[in-house]
């Protein structure tokens, strides 16, 4: 073996890696930052670096050089930050400091950040899919107002102006305004639902029929008696319509543009009635696939059963979800009733508070009395709009996402009778193949081609009854993430929105009775 070159004399055996970075820098002449992580193996020229220093050299510039290595910036930077203080706590040692080295960790940093965070961005949005397929090329506000009574006695109706504010182009106009009766809002949710949830779309439900309120309408020569109902089926309108038309793909559906473009009526939705043969159908239907699914389990221990689990979870989530709702509704309704309870028998208190201090012949006492039957009819107003606030902001809200719930549990089901088909399909694809396999060993040739035929055409039943399931597999999935964000997001406005309410009324009431106070004290 050659003899060692000058700049490396016998005490390089004893070196420690720290020693072997600091003559290797000493050596080098103005060594520039983007030469830097090039030139440890340049020493591989001189013969006489043993074996065991050589693979040391490589090893601790082995993380600089992975700097400029762009496919791995992202899984880089925590190794080259933690590396440039050990080289610089190591120099020190040796007597040996320069400030060369620093100028590569901070472009390549600078480098790895900024290709780190266009990583993270793409990572954010492969993982938030739902708020990529939410993002649209316009805006869309609906509200629905002025219900008129159309017609007397058994054929009135009642009919509601839609009002349409958009910026997306589809719509011919900005601004749009028809006029629909109830019977229109229920055809057109039979036709999202039609189209929609076969491909595992949550179609937001149309308001219930109330045959009951619908009669007093009907009856009713004042419209005072029924305005309760009609208002809250105004709002439930509003609400169906808006949570369509925030959906990117409901949005988009031509039935929806038809519904809120058209001038004129609609044709005539025929199925729409609770008690029309297509209703009776309906239920007949929904009983028969309770009893199918009751009878036909899903198999867990095949390829897909990593997609079971994660269905079956959230299948056990929508359950409790739908029960703890249902409680809460019930309890919401118990507690409004009991506001309009409370505000009925304030109102009666003020009255005979009014009364008694229009008898009472002492003059403070009179006038204490009929202030605080003033302060109870305030206070009776209030009590009036906070069971009002209970209603319209907690009740309605638990309703509309019980009925929320059931849409979800529909594109399930449809998800479990493409699953259903695709077994079924593969179980006489099975038998097919047995048939052919006895017709060969029968030698009935002139049977094999059509058993042949028969195998090819449940092979593609097979493939696309697979297709369909991973199809609607992935759509519920982007489903369910949109309805797991707006539920957040629905709850948290209404809680606010009814906090700063109560809260309001609350801190109106403390003034009337602050008010009222003086008068009281002034009693002698």
């Given at each position: 073996m050659a003899s060692e070159p000058p700049p490396f004399d016998e005490e390089t055996d004893q070196k420690d890696e720290d020693d072997l970075f600091s003559d290797a820098k000493e050596q080098k002449s103005e060594p520039s930052p983007s030469e830097e992580p090039a030139s440890l193996p340049i020493n591989d020229e001189d013969a006489g670096i043993k074996?065991?220093?050589?693979?040391?050299?490589?090893?601790?510039?082995?993380?600089?050089?992975?700097?400029?290595?762009?496919?791995?910036e992202e899984e880089e930077v925590p190794p080259v930050a933690a590396a440039v203080p050990e080289k610089e706590a190591a120099e020190p040692v040796v007597g040996a400091v320069s400030p060369k080295p620093e100028p590569t960790p901070q472009i390549s940093v600078s480098q790895s950040s900024t290709a780190s965070s266009k990583l993270s961005g793409t990572t954010k949005s492969s993982r938030d899919e739902v708020d990529v397929d939410d993002e649209d090329e316009g805006?869309?506000?609906?509200?629905?107002?002025?219900p008129q009574k159309m017609g007397d006695g058994i054929g009135a109706?009642?009919?509601?102006?839609?009002?349409?504010k958009t910026s997306i182009p589809?719509?011919?106009?900005?601004?749009?305004?028809?006029?629909r009766r109830f019977s229109d809002f229920l055809g057109l949710h039979a036709r999202l639902q039609e189209k929609n949830v076969k491909m595992g779309i949550i179609v937001p439900p149309a308001p219930e029929?109330?045959?009951?309120?619908?009669?007093?309408?009907?009856?009713?020569?004042?419209?005072?008696?029924s305005s309760d109902f009609v208002e809250r089926r105004r709002a439930?309108?509003?609400?169906?319509?808006?949570?369509?038309?925030?959906?990117?793909?409901?949005?988009?559906d031509p039935d929806l543009q038809d519904f809120l473009e058209r001038d004129g009526e609609l044709p005539k939705s025929t199925s729409t009635s609770a008690l029309s043969g297509a209703g009776v159908m309906r239920l007949f239907h929904k009983m028969g696939d309770a009893v199918e699914k009751?009878?036909?389990?899903?198999?867990?221990?095949?390829?897909?059963?990593?997609?079971?689990?994660?269905?079956?979870e959230k299948q056990q989530q929508i359950e409790a979800l739908d029960q703890q709702l249902r409680k809460l509704h019930s309890s919401v309704e118990a507690l409004s009733m009991h506001r309009k309870e409370l505000s009925m028998t304030t109102a009666v208190f003020a009255k005979s508070a009014a009364m008694l201090g229009s008898v009472e012949e002492h003059t403070a006492l009179s006038r204490a009395l009929s202030q605080l039957a003033e302060t109870e009819e305030k206070i009776e107003q209030l009590h009036r709009e906070q069971a009002e606030h209970d209603f319209f902001t907690m009740a309605e809200l638990?309703?509309?996402?019980?009925?929320l719930i059931g849409a979800v549990k529909e594109v399930f089901h449809e998800r479990y009778k493409l699953y259903k088909n695709w077994k079924d399909a593969e179980v006489v694809l099975g038998k097919k193949r047995e048939n052919k396999a006895k017709l060969e060993v029968q030698h009935k040739t002139d049977k094999i081609s059509q058993a042949q035929q028969e195998i090819t055409e449940y092979e593609q039943k097979v493939e696309k009854g697979q297709e369909d399931f991973e199809k609607i597999s992935d759509t519920i999935r982007k489903e369910i993430r949109r309805f797991e964000k707006y539920r957040v997001i629905d709850f948290k406005n209404s809680v606010v929105k009814y906090l700063e309410a109560l809260m309001e009324n609350q801190q109106k009431m403390i003034k009337f009775w602050e008010t009222f106070l003086p008068e009281a004290k002034a009693i002698a």
């Open positions: 074996e065991k220093e050589e693979e040391d050299l490589f090893a601790g510039g082995g993380d600089e050089v992975k700097l400029d290595d762009s496919d791995n805006t869309i506000e609906i509200r629905v107002m002025e109706y009642m009919v509601y102006r839609v009002v349409t589809a719509f011919r106009n900005p601004e749009l305004s028809v006029l029929k109330s045959v009951v309120g619908m009669t007093k309408i009907k009856m009713s020569k004042e419209e005072s008696g439930a309108l509003e609400r169906y319509l808006n949570r369509t038309a925030q959906h990117p793909v409901l949005r988009s009751i009878t036909f389990k899903m198999d867990e221990t095949d390829e897909w059963s990593y997609q079971m689990e994660w269905f079956e638990m309703k509309d996402y019980i009925s």
